[in-house]
């Protein structure tokens, strides 16, 4: 055997030296990296627990990736899972339309007619006062949210204001009912109840509305576009956040519909038994809202309140007036001088959201349209032959339309499309718009026809020889028009209004999407002097003209923003994205001190023992 000399003890030394250095090295860089992504997958973390399931059954949870440009141009684009969260909370909006369409459908007739009319009423205000009045509780329901947006994203929160406004609407109700009962023969207190009612209905409505629909995709976890393969087929697809926003929203107006379908009940309680009746089973029904509330309290995901968001919102706005609109000036980044309070991503949201609230400026002329069909529609149906329906039963149609047109359209009509062209929201609304003009169009021909008929010809609504010799079932074509209309327009405005908002802002923007039926309501109060006989026909033919043309108007003052919608989209993403370079930029600077300190302390170690085994 061999004697080793002192230097080749020493060469040994320096090359086990070398690779204990190099393992060290690699156990701390490889525990800073660990940390870092500890850290980095905090957000990763809580969107996995928004749900059980974070994909699809059929889909492969290890195919993570997002789609690259040639990839973006040819697999197809699906829509990813729908928590059970978002089906609970749906509960709610359910339990508050069958509450609402179930109480305001015998509103016409309530206020329009007397006790000895046919069909019978309570206050009298003849149908102009009656439109007018319906018209001011369907603005005063969609102006409320304003109020109801800003106090959830600046002291309340969503969840609290739910619970808020159930309370308040129970009230009303509560009233409503109370002031109906056949034992109350005071015109002052019917009258006197059924406005307190509706104010407080109001408030209520606006304090859901504003919250629940951008509460229950709340639910869904935050994504980016990604690749997935799915199981069963093995087929490639990218699964698009903005579908799965899209699906939570057709299924929350689904659940409107189902809700709405009350007006059958209540309708009928109306004809046969009385108002009071027609009043009572939306307030025993609202209970229901009460109790997922309570039972979901602990399961919801709630999004914490903004510091102050709403009041740094308008001091953005302030600044952006003063400077002609240049967003630069607003940014932290390039006025570090002024420590803004705010980050550069938040400018960028605020001016994604400023594009959107441009897009609802056209919405109160489609609103002025929708309107029809719960005031007016109901007195033209009281003028034509009913067989043994309520006139206000008609209603019904158009939340059974909806039922059957949202599946057909999400499942079949727009993947069908998706083949050929992307379907993008600007193109949505301006399709709703066509059919909203068309809805107004049937009514004109048809309201010319009942005119054209006898007994009452061009003066039926207080016709005592009443009704026109016109069968009912021609007003159901209105109706389902209205229907997809409402599928292309005000879906598509629920889905901008909260995928185009800043995450702490979400409510209070989807009340200014909800404020813009208020705009439509004041419109179509405005033109209540029309709303009589012989005038209905000119009113529908200038709302189908005005709907039409608006239409147009917007698909070419917005269409750019359809070749913009992917890049707004990713705005949601780029903290993200600036976070995960300065975490990285920390790693690289850690492991480089890291190395420094290694490097200084290894020729310490070495002189030492260099002078050892010298010795």
């Known amino acids: 055997m061999s004697k080793e000399t002192p230097m080749n003890q020493l060469d040994h030394t320096e090359i086990s030296l070398d690779n204990s250095i190099k393992k060290e090295s690699s156990v701390e860089k490889n525990h800073i990296k660990f940390d870092s992504i500890e850290n980095t997958s905090t957000t990763s973390t809580i969107n996995k627990q928004l749900t059980n399931d974070s994909d699809y059954d059929d889909m492969d949870d290890g195919d993570d990736i997002e789609p690259t440009e040639e990839e973006l141009k040819t697999l197809p684009r699906e829509a990813g899972h729908i928590p059970f969260n978002c089906w609970l909370l749906a509960i709610i909006e359910l339990a508050e339309r069958f509450s609402y369409y179930g109480l305001s459908a015998p ?32 603005f005063w329901c969609y102006v409320t949210p304003i109020f109801a947006g800003f106090m959830a994203d600046t002291y309340w929160g969503k969840f609290n204001t739910l619970c808020i406004g159930t309370i308040i609407y129970i009230i ?64 490639r697809v990218i699964e698009d956040p903005q579908l799965t926003i899209q699906n939570v929203f057709m299924a ?71 400077n002609n609109f240049n967003f630069q000036k607003a940014k932290p980044t390039y006025n570090p001088e002024k420590n803004y309070p705010w980050s550069d991503k938040f400018v960028d949201e605020i001016q994604r959201s400023l594009k959107a609230c441009k897009v609802f400026l056209f919405y109160p002329i489609y609103w002025v349209c929708y309107g029809q069909m719960l005031n007016n529609f109901v007195t033209q149906g009281s003028t034509m032959q009913l067989h043994g329906l309520p006139n206000d039963f008609f209603q019904a149609i158009n939340s059974i339309a909806l039922i059957v047109f949202i599946p057909i359209v999400e499942k079949f009509v727009y993947p069908f499309i998706r083949k050929f062209t992307p379907l993008k929201p600007i193109t949505k609304v301006t399709i709703g718009f066509v059919f909203g003009s068309l809805a107004m169009v049937w ?21 005592p020889n009443g009704p026109n010799h016109v069968h009912v079932a021609w007003q159901v074509p209105a109706y389902c028009l209205i229907s997809l209309s409402e599928i292309f327009a005000s879906i598509t405005g629920l889905e901008i209004a909260y995928s185009k908002a800043p995450e702490s802002m979400k409510s209070f923007i989807m009340s200014m999407f909800l404020v813009t039926n ?9 033109l209540s002097s029309v709303s009589e006989d012989p005038k209905y026909v000119w009113l529908y033919t200038g709302l189908a003209v005005t709907c039409f043309c608006a239409g147009i108007a917007f698909w070419f003052t917005f269409k750019h923003y359809n070749d913009e919608e992917d890049a ?9 994205n600036e976070n995960e370079k300065n975490e990285y930029s920390q790693i690289e600077n850690l492991e480089l001190s890291q190395t420094k300190t290694t490097d200084k302390d290894d020729v310490h170690t070495d002189i030492e023992r260099i002078s050892s085994l010298s010795s």
């Open 252 to 322: 929350f107006y689904f659940m409107i519909n189902v809700g709405s379908l009350s007006v059958i009940a209540t309708t009928e309680l109306e004809l046969h038994v009385g108002f009071w009746a027609a009043y009572l089973l939306p307030f025993c029904f609202f209970w229901i809202a009460v109790l997922v509330l309570a039972f979901g309290n602990r399961k919801f995901v709630k999004k914490p309140i903004g510091d102050r968001v709403i009041s740094k919102c308008f001091t953005i706005i302030g600044i952006l007036i003063k």
């Open 443 to 463: 009514a004109a021909v048809l309201q010319h026809f009942i005119y054209q008929a006898g007994p009452c010809y061009d003066h039926p609504v207080k016709c």
């Open 518 to 526: 208020a705009f439509g309501a004041a419109i179509g109060c405005a």
């Open 172 to 235: 009303g109700i509560f009233i409503l009912f109370i002031t109906s009962l056949p034992a109350i023969t005071s015109y002052n207190t019917a009258l006197g109840g059924f406005i307190v009612a509706i104010i407080l209905i109001g408030i209520a409505t606006g304090m859901i509305k504003a919250n629940l629909s951008v509460m229950i995709a709340d639910q869904l976890p935050k994504k980016k576009l990604r690749v997935v393969t799915k199981k069963k087929s093995g087929k």
């Open 107 to 138: 509103f016409q007739n309530y206020m329009q007619n007397n006790p000895s009319d046919n069909p019978p009423g309570a206050l009298s205000l003849n149908s102009t006062g009656a439109t007018g009045l319906s018209y001011f509780f369907q």
């Open 568 to 576: 707004m989209n990713n705005i949601d993403f780029e903290s993200d």
